[in-house]
């Protein structure tokens, strides 16, 4: 949709067809990381008590006032186009994974090959919990071989439409009881936030992905895991040269280990000195010793920035 009556019409034709539904989302076709997502709520609106008339009307208004992160939301809906999708809750546990995958090129006209490359859990954050901060790898094992069936076949269906290269599929994973249900959400045709951390580990293990499970294994056989974050960031790190930021990790032995498979690697480094920012790839041979790795540095980081600024603490955001 392309102006507020459109998307008026299309949110009460989608609250009609599921009058359950407590809230939408409304996204800008071409948002990233959930900076183009704004959730809004249907149940304060009280849709049931009105005529089609009235609730549209009721809808017009509150996309009005619709909290987007861009407040030239309206502007670009006009140039790009909005959409609104159910609003999935419930379950015992709610979860954010992806599958990421390329397509090679075809003979003759033919669609090319799909290759799955790998799968994450996102970590989400932000105003409205949409925003992409960071990933895990792999997606959790009890549903990631579903979740990289699902992406061959989102991936087979564009290959025949002609695309080329890299994709991504994102999910949510609710969990009821012992059993995970996973719905597709969205279709990105570009690199993402997950696709450095991946590239980085394999440029630095020369690993291989085991496309049966989805484990990522050393040359040895030792399956990887990692924690990352392309958004990690502080005022008091402002100043901080990428020399210093390795000396630091360094000095607490935090640094990547060829030979012991684990430690952090660091991206983004032209935004440290200027704007605090910096990305970074925890690698573990397990996800409990990955994480422990992404906490250890960040506390480091923490601690370095600290004394830098006087003896202030805080954690990094």
Known sequence: MHDLEQLAEATAALWEAHP??????????EGFSGEGNAR?????LQLADVSARQRRQ???AALDTLPMPSP?????MGQQG???????????????????????????????AVEVLSSHEQVLGGAGGQTYLG???????????????HGARVGEALAQEGALERYAVDFIARRFGERWELQAIEINLRQGGTTHPYMALNAITSGRLEPGN????????????????????????????PIDLIDIVAEAGLHYDPAQLRGSVFHLLGCLSEYGKLGMTCIGRSAAEAEAVYEAT???????????????TGPLR
């Open 20 to 29: 359950e539904l407590r809230s939408c989302v409304v996204k800008l076709n």
């Open 40 to 44: 809004l709520a249907l149940a304060p």
């Open 58 to 60: 009721r809808l017009r």
């Open 72 to 76: 030239r939301w309206r502007e670009l």
């Open 82 to 112: 909005a959409l609104v999708e159910a609003w999935l809750e419930g379950g015992e546990e709610l979860r954010s994974p992806s599958v990421q995958g390329t397509i090679h090129p075809g003979a003759a006209g033919r669609p090319g």
């Open 135 to 149: 990933c895990r790898f792999p997606a959790a094992d009890p549903y990631r071989a579903a979740l990289m069936r």
């Open 214 to 241: 989805g484990l990522y294994r050393s040359p040895t056989g030792t399956p990887l895991f990692y924690r990352a974050t392309d958004n990690l960031c502080s005022p008091q790190l402002r100043g901080l040269l």
């Open 298 to 312: 960040e506390a480091r980081l923490v601690q370095a920035a600290a004394e830098r600024a006087g003896g202030l």
